[in-house]
């Protein structure tokens, strides 16, 4: 290489921190000023004539590196960090209260305390890591989830009818696991890119497959996750052309699918089940038995005050004696009968604006797989956060379905990390990883240095 070709680029990559793309900026500039020392050539120069002319006319070498390290930094969401630390706030503060009850709803605001102080371990693990690096084991991840979750299922403890995992003396449900099919599922999916319909045959069957295995477990709630967080992930993949081809018929044809196994899942449901759709039905259907939780949880949002706790009592007890799930699958209804309806709104403007942060931020997202990455862990998340609110306030028959970030658990509140993680890791490299995009007029390829009319343009926007 050129000398002064050398050295300009030597100049401008020490100007850039991040290491990673040195080796790209360098080809991409090099290419640029090598095709303009052509043109100089033809002028009649001499080789090292030209490319010291093209140097030249590139301009300060400390300028340019400066402004492409400003492009190419890393970037943190604050945002997202702030309204999930109210989240986690909020959280800890229903633990807390939950620590003095002297009930089936107790818990160790120890563990607690441990369990989140390793879950933000692991998140930042998660934010640092370069997620690009997962593409290609994306296949590899689900099939080992899958042969996992069959091992569990087949050779496990079961405790109280539901495999589990053992792993010294702490007992992980692996339904809590299966938000990493969706994981595997955004590089799979991005590497069928321009495969046609059959790609989006075969996605379809891998979808079914994980929420099939969800029900034999059975845990019907990650099973309704798994299952819209796949329609959504295929149908956004569809809208963006991702697989080629005519979109309409690809709608069609995913819509005529899960509309059918829908359909099987509503002929196949339980009696227990079918209870369950009918106590939502029917407010005062066995209010002492199938219905008890649905019922004990109205009263005490009827109960509530707009601030503080309620002094009020249930037939002469105290919520968390009476109503099973106070600190995981109705902790929204603890925290309004603990500490006010006030602070339940503000909880659900909070996470609203996570959810709308959480989609804002992943539209903006430049790398195909980064974006589906990020939008799996964003479907998770709000679903999770849906759900759980929903069934809380009655407005959805019940299920097992945790709050992230507040409901007392173990692995749930780990893997909610992790998929925060996974977000605020996609974003980081955002200005990094190199932009993507096949069929979508919004994500077209551009490079950051163009050559028009013998001049070269660098584009730092």
């Not at 403007?349 to 939008?375: P, Q």
């Amino acid at each position: 290489m050129n000398k002064e070709l050398n050295n300009f680029l030597d100049e401008v990559c020490e100007r850039i921190k991040y290491k990673k793309i040195h080796s790209e900026i360098r080809t991409e500039l090099s290419e640029h000023i090598l095709s303009l020392a052509e043109e100089y050539k033809k002028e009649g120069l001499t080789e090292d004539e030209a490319v010291r002319k093209a140097v030249l006319q590139m301009g300060n070498s400390e300028e340019i590196g400066d402004r492409l390290n400003k492009q190419h930094k890393p970037e943190t969401e604050w945002s997202l960090l702030f309204l999930v630390s109210i989240i986690v706030s909020i959280g800890g503060m229903i633990m807390f209260e939950c620590s003095k009850y002297q009930s089936m709803n107790s818990v160790y605001f120890e563990r607690y305390l441990f369990i989140a102080l390793l879950s933000i371990a692991v998140m930042l693990g998660v934010y640092f890591y370069d997620y690009t690096r997962l593409r290609n084991r994306s296949f590899s991840l689900y099939t080992g989830l899958f042969i996992l979750f069959l091992i569990i299922k087949l050779f496990g403890i079961t405790v109280a009818g539901r495999p589990i995992i053992k792993v010294g003396s702490f007992s992980v449900l692996p339904e809590f696991l299966s938000p990493f099919f969706l994981i595997a599922f955004a590089g799979i999916l991005d590497g069928y890119k321009g495969g046609g319909t059959f790609s989006l045959v075969k996605l379809i069957i891998l979808a079914f497959l994980s929420v099939a295995l969800m029900f034999l477990f059975p845990a019907k709630g990650m099973a309704v996750l798994l299952f819209s967080g796949f329609f959504v992930i295929l149908m956004t993949g569809i809208l963006r052309g991702n697989f080629g081809g005519k979109v309409r018929n690809q709608m069609l044809l995913l819509f005529c699918i899960f509309s059918m196994i829908i359909f099987l899942v509503l002929l196949s449901l339980q009696p227990y089940q079918l209870e369950r759709i009918k106590v939502f039905l029917d407010k005062d259907r066995d209010i002492m038995g199938s219905g008890y939780q649905q019922y004990i949880a109205r009263k005490w949002l009827s109960m509530s005050k707009w601030f503080g706790k309620t002094g009020l009592t249930f037939n002469g007890s105290p919520l968390e004696s009476i109503l099973p799930g106070a600190n995981t699958d109705f902790v929204f209804v603890n925290i309004v009968a603990t500490f006010g309806k006030a602070l339940g709104l503000g909880l659900i403007i909070a996470v609203a604006a996570f959810i709308i942060r959480m989609f804002a931020v992943t539209r903006k997202i430049k790398n195909d797989y980064g974006f589906y990455l990020s939008l799996s862990s964003c479907v998770i998340l709000s679903l999770q956060f849906i759900l759980s609110i929903l069934v809380n306030l009655n407005m959805f028959p019940l299920a097992s379905v945790s709050m992230p970030f507040i409901s007392y658990g173990g692995t749930n509140y780990i893997v909610d990390m992790i998929l925060l993680g996974i977000i605020l890791s996609v974003w980081r490299r955002n200005n990094i990883v190199k932009r993507t995009g096949i069929g979508s007029k919004s994500l077209p390829y551009r490079k950051f240095i163009s050559y028009e009319d013998g001049r070269i343009i660098i584009n730092l926007k």
